[in-house]
């Protein structure tokens, strides 16, 4: 079942973060409207470090590019500096050009804050990048405990996707994105989400 967060339309997420973001720095954003099934969120630019995985699944890209990106904000850059670990872990998923092909999945994590003014250092590994995203406007289904298999992810966002065209909201349909809260350890407060992001895109004031 998906779960939908306990936040009231128009709220805006300051400084620090919701609750699942447990104390890191998060994306901020605004919700600019809740239905029972998702939240339109409205979010902010930001930097995030990321690395392009070609899998089969969701949760080996994510295991292959974690120990990469870790590495880097545990000094694996160019000012060999420490990092503070930030949520979510994002995963840009985009569609594998045929059925027995490997998915095209990008990973990554948001830069903190602190790093964003004045700019993230450039990562030792070649296979990372710096991206900066612009202001947009995404549909967000959330559900709370483990997210175990692909399976589950998959069916969060055909559910998402069948709502949005039951309520008449367009979105892009080639990519979805993940974000995962959590580490492995966590038993309670888990969270999960899927994005869809809106076809008319940009914040809307």
Known sequence: MLVTAPLPPTVQVPLGAPWFCHNLDCPQYDVVETTDDYEVREYEAGSWVSMDVEAYTYAIAVSEAFHQLYQ??????????????????????SAAAGPFCK?????????????????????NNPDLYLEHTPAATYYVAQKDG??????????????????????GREYESEVFYVAGYDPPYRIKGRHTEVWLEAEDNGPSR
């Open 103 to 123: 998915n095209n999945f990008t990973i990554s994590f948001f830069v903190p804050f602190a790093f964003q003014k004045k700019g993230a250092p450039k990562p």
């Open 146 to 167: 483990f997210v175990m298999g692909d399976w589950i992810v998959q069916k969060m966002v055909k559910t998402l996707a069948e709502t949005l065209e039951r309520d």
């Open 72 to 93: 880097y904000i545990d000094g694996a850059n160019h000012d060999a500096v420490k990092i503070p670990m930030t949520a979510p872990v994002r995963t840009k998923v």
